[in-house]
């Protein structure tokens, strides 16, 4: 059974600065790992998604890595800003499942 | 606006009764869940339908039954609500099973 592992739970950082939120899975085969934002009261917005057979995928000031043989990917923000401040969630589906199995994410607060 | 819109946003409600929550997309998305995030926030997927079809239910209880009218709605009917279903459940579609899901807003319920 597929378990997500995020840690920390929570990363408070000041404005400017780059971070990284990990995230760590206990079976390496999987189909596709994807990177959500939460604000609060809100639903999940897709980041990044990076297929299977991918190492990384970027936008804008965001970078998703994957590292499928030791189960572990990382989001890395550059320049921070107050506006990055939520939950970051990390999810993947299982090869030949069609359940996107959800970490607790990661609650960044990005200070001014 | 293309969306995932759910109703109600918030639902209190006392121990026993019968509520439902209904969900639209207009994505035109073959794939739809409704998800539930508990107090701790943690998101776990409940039921995914395909084209009408379901595809998963994780063993949640048989109060809660999802019905699809068309590929564009799915909505969560729940009996006998207990204090232990207080909860915020989330609808998402996507293109298809395994493509990356679009969230509503939520919906927060509370029993009573």
């Known amino acids: 059974k597929q378990e997500v592992t995020q840690i920390p739970a929570a990363l408070s950082v000041p404005e400017g600065e780059n971070l990284v939120l990990n995230c760590s899975f206990t079976?390496?085969?999987?189909?596709?790992l994807q990177w959500f934002r939460q604000d609060p009261g809100k639903g999940l917005t897709s980041l990044l998604l990076?297929?299977?057979?991918?190492r990384e995928q970027t936008s804008g000031r965001l970078n998703a890595s994957l590292d499928k043989s030791s189960g572990r990917s990382t989001l890395y923000i550059a320049a921070s800003q107050p506006g990055d401040s939520a939950t970051y969630l990390c999810?993947?589906?299982?090869?030949?499942?069609?359940?996107?199995?959800f970490g607790k994410g990661t609650k960044l607060t990005v200070n001014p | 606006d293309t969306a995932v819109s759910q109703t109600p946003k918030y639902l209190v409600t006392q121990m026993g009764n019968d509520k439902s929550i209904k969900c639209e997309q207009n994505?035109?998305?073959?794939?739809m869940y409704w998800y539930k995030q508990d107090s701790k926030k943690f998101l776990k997927i409940m039921f995914s339908?395909?084209?009408?079809?379901?595809?998963i239910n994780e063993t949640v209880p048989n109060r809660f039954s999802p019905k699809s009218p068309d590929k564009a709605h799915l909505n969560l009917h729940i009996n006998s609500l207990e204090l232990g279903d207080s909860a915020v459940y989330f609808c998402?579609?996507?293109?298809?099973?395994?493509?990356?899901?679009?969230f509503g807003q939520g919906t927060r319920l509370t029993v009573v």
């Open positions: 990076i297929q299977s057979s991918q």
């Open positions: 339908y395909n084209n009408k079809e379901l595809i």
């Open positions: 998402a579609s996507s293109q298809d099973l395994r493509g990356t899901p679009f």
């Open positions: 079976d390496s085969a999987i189909y596709n």
């Open positions: 999810a993947c589906i299982q090869g030949g499942s069609e359940k996107l199995v």
């Open positions: 994505l035109g998305h073959d794939t």
